[in-house]
């Protein structure tokens, strides 16, 4: 039996049709309203973390001018936003979020295996969020070690939020990981277990590939993360000294002794550096969808684009020292991970070029999600060839903690991923919602968004490579860094308050949808894959009515010579029809 | 030391590969054979449940793995040369021969639904659950027993490790303990269907798992 979805039709799960408001959409188990409320949750933790930059912004650029930002604030502000970021935005959103909304609809599956485990895993994520958010409001404050959470400074007085703030953080992380856990189980046995007839795995679509490598990757990588927290959380309450060396604390020696920051910066970027890819692999499968998608045609080499995200995945484990380079490791470990860094350029290479390929004499429609998609391409280029330079150990030991590093991250984990998901939001929106978004205003905040970012970021590198030194509140008098470099600042805040306001165009046009937005039809993109052949738009609890699908074909047919429409679906049974790609089509 | 953390990664890589190179040959884009070919898909021959706790397992697997890398990353001078080996309660020997006692029983609650004898499994469930319980109070006891000798210092990581592991390992069985009191109730109120089966055996496969996790973890604390 292959549709045996709801955790074997266990006689206690049968059925849980939710009738009351509450049922439906509170303590919801349906997959598609937990991933709104996933989505809409990360989005609003993640205007804080945006408001945060913006005020880091202001004070870069006027210095000491704003009275409520002061060093404490300053460092707050930096740790608080690189976190929400990363963790509370990105990972929640394409994991929690999309992962949740497209992995049943995608595969053909009637929800998720275990729905009631999938609820927990919100309202553990939700708790984790009002954890972190207390933090501002405990005495001391949030803890402004960055996100990087490197003791010892980490507990020591003298870093803010150095007692409750720190304890909230990590008790924080704690409840995420446990909630991720609960989530990821879901959604890898799904689309292990639950796809409909006929969808093999070489059939899925490349944003399934990537959400579930993704989340493979964040099941092994978290515990990393947890066992850091743990062992942090006893050297903070309980006195051991797994990180915390021997340390002069305001004159005074304190209890520890004899432990290892290096230990913590192992184990946190044994985590870290996955991390990047548990943001960027979901990244890469849904830009491939929306670009094929919107170019008509099929993704160019698709079974390369799956062992690419495979092998990205699994070569991610082993690079994790890349962001250690300045610890004073050994040389060889330096030239082993420059080595392996290196190396996962190949598969991503690989993929930039089929994205491109797939353009290529493609009919494109200039849509805002191909918009996006194309911006993508753009930014995670550019943001890519940084890594090339800061994958090298000499390259990075001068760059290293500068705006250097600022820039390129930005760019590669932080527009890029923002870049797709911005296009995946404005894809799916027509079969979440069933109406159809405004293409004026979309158009409107793809061009501010994309050419605003470029404006914050491209001139950080200029600034990194001055030796502009990041995660400083104010740089007081340094000659190497030439008074034009203010300048230079200001330029690159207004450009993100602007970036920062623009935002609201995106926030209207939902609303906009919403309210006024004409209805989509099911399947307004002409797409191929599942979702976009529910029975009823947005899909019902259950997804598929009486009938599960049935799949014939892989989730690419588009433009196939002699077909009648220029794109097959995955459940039209029409014989034929598939192309016979050039680079490996046989003849 | 980071050979662990590589082997974690080599072992995870390897499990992936043998998952995806039964179907990845396929070339989805012909157009003879491929389409219209609607086979029936599961990856696993094995209901849902189980193919979760084996996830489960390889998450929890990845917890250990790593807190027993940090463990002798701290024992190597080069992370802090102030590892004092602490002795170890004769009651953890004890303790082994519990959960030990509790996995075999574990084994015969299984046993008895998988052949459908007809026998209730309660009385084995009862037993394993009630050794697994004194196995979490001697662990208490040895905690105790640690704590008395009172020259100890709580900076010697040696110390701080042998709380934390151990720490650790009870809880996962304090979480094994709440589905397996599920699952002991619903036998107890003469619940028979084959999802009780399917507990009995998934909290089977999670004792076992266990007392592997602890065998290592003893070991690792005898020998350092
Ligand atoms: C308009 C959007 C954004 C602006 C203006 C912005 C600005 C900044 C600034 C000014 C800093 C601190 C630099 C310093 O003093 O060291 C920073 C740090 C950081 N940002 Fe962003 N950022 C934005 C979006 C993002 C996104 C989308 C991500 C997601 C990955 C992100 C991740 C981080 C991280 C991880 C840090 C490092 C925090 C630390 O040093 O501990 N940012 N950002
Ligand atoms: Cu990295």
């Known amino acids: 039996m292959a549709f045996v979805a709801i955790a074997d039709r266990d006689h206690e799960q049968e059925h849980h049709d939710p009738h009351t408001f509450v049922s439906k959409y509170i303590w919801s188990q349906d997959h598609k309203v937990i991933a709104i409320q996933y989505g809409g949750t990360a989005v609003l933790v993640g205007l804080v973390a945006l408001v945060l930059s913006g005020m880091m912004r202001l004070q870069l650029a006027f210095p000491d001018y704003f009275s409520f930002i002061r060093p404490n604030e300053y460092y707050q502000f930096v740790t608080m936003h690189g976190m929400i970021m990363v963790i509370y935005l990105l990972t929640a959103l394409f994991l929690g979020g999309f992962g949740n909304y497209l992995i049943p609809l995608m595969c053909g599956a009637r929800d998720m295996v275990f729905p009631y485990m999938n609820m927990l895993s919100f309202w553990a994520y939700l708790v984790s969020v009002i954890i972190l958010m207390s933090s501002f409001f405990v005495p001391g404050g949030p803890t402004g070690a960055g996100w990087t959470l490197y003791p010892p400074g980490t507990i020591l007085p003298g870093t803010p939020g150095s007692d409750m703030g720190i304890l909230l953080m990590l008790l924080s992380l704690a409840v995420f990981i446990v909630a991720f856990t609960m989530g990821g189980l879901n959604y890898v046995t799904t689309v292990f277990q639950a796809r409909c007839q006929g969808m093999t795995l070489m059939r899925m679509p490349l944003s399934i590939w990537g959400i579930l490598t993704a989340t493979v990757l964040g099941l092994l990588a978290f515990p990393a993360l947890l066992v850091s927290a743990i062992m942090m959380i006893f050297d903070k309450t309980l006195g051991t000294s797994f990180f915390m060396p021997a340390v002069l604390s305001m004159g005074q020696a304190l209890d520890h002794q004899g432990g290892s920051p290096i230990l913590f910066q192992h184990l946190f970027w044994f985590f870290g550096h996955p991390e990047v890819y548990i943001v960027a692999l979901p990244a890469f499968g849904i830009v491939s969808d929306l670009l094929s998608v919107h170019a008509r045609k099929n993704i160019f080499g698709y079974r390369m684009m799956v062992w690419a995200i495979v092998g990205i995945g699994a070569l991610s484990f082993v690079v994790w020292a890349h962001h250690m380079y300045v610890s004073g490791m050994n040389p060889y470990f330096g030239f082993f991970f420059a080595t392996t860094t290196l190396i996962i350029a190949i598969p991503t290479a690989i993929k930039v070029y089929n994205w491109v390929l797939t353009l290529w004499q493609g009919n494109i429609r200039l849509n805002v999600p191909m918009l996006f998609s194309i911006g993508f391409i753009f930014t995670f280029v550019h943001g890519g060839l940084t890594g090339l330079f800061l994958g090298n150990v000499t390259v990075d030991l001068p760059l290293s903690d500068t705006y250097f590093v600022i820039g390129h991250f930005h760019m590669v984990m932080g527009v890029s991923p923002i870049m797709v998901l911005f296009g995946a939001i404005y894809h799916w929106l027509p079969k979440i919602t069933g109406k159809m978004f405004n293409e004026t205003l979309g158009k409107i905040h793809f061009w501010c968004t994309f050419l605003g970012t470029y404006a914050i970021y491209l001139p950080m590198h200029y600034l990194g490579i001055l030796g502009v030194p990041r995660r400083y509140y104010a740089y007081g008098l340094s000659d190497f860094i030439p008074a034009s470099a203010q300048s230079m600042n200001v330029g690159i805040t207004i450009a993100a308050l602007f970036v920062g306001v623009s935002q609201l165009l995106f926030i209207i046009n939902i609303i906009w949808t919403l309210t006024k937005g004409k209805p989509a039809g099911s399947n307004p993109w002409e797409a191929t894959t599942l979702e976009w052949l529910t029975p009823d738009t947005p899909p019902k609890h259950g997804n598929w009515g009486h009938n599960l699908p049935v799949v014939y074909r892989w989730a690419y047919a588009y433009s196939v010579p002699g077909a009648a429409l220029d794109y097959i679906t995955q459940t039209d049974p029409q014989k034929g029809g598939d192309i016979e790609e050039g680079d490996h089509g046989k003849h | ?224």
């Open chain 2, 1 to 224: 030391m980071s050979m662990w953390t590589l082997v974690v990664a080599l072992v995870s890589a390897l499990v992936v590969w043998y998952l995806l190179a039964r179907q990845l040959m396929a070339q989805p884009w012909l157009a003879d054979g491929e389409v219209g070919y609607t086979p029936d898909i599961e990856a696993f021959a094995s209901p849902a449940k189980k193919v979760a706790l084996f996830f489960l397992l390889a998450v929890i697997s990845s917890l250990f793995a790593l807190f027993f890398t940090a463990y002798m990353m701290r024992m190597n001078p080069a992370h802090g040369d102030d590892w004092l080996s602490i002795p170890k309660p004769d009651i953890l020997w004890l303790n082994t021969v519990l959960l030990l006692a509790s996995s075999m029983s574990m084994q015969w609650a299984k046993n008895l639904v998988n052949h459908q004898s007809g026998k209730s499994p309660l009385p084995a469930l009862i037993i394993a659950g009630v050794f697994a319980i004194s196995f979490l109070v001697g662990q208490l006891l040895a905690w105790q027993q640690l704590y008395n000798i009172g020259n100890l210092q709580i900076s010697n990581p040696a110390l701080g490790f042998f709380y934390l592991l151990t720490g650790v390992h009870g809880l996962h069985i304090l979480g094994g303990l709440y589905v397996w009191a599920r699952a002991t109730i619903r036998v107890f109120m003469g619940i028979t269907t084959p999802s009780i089966n399917l507990s009995v055996e998934l909290c089977t496969v999670y004792w076992h798992y266990l007392l592997v996790i602890w065998l290592v973890l003893f070991g690792l604390l005898l020998t350092t």
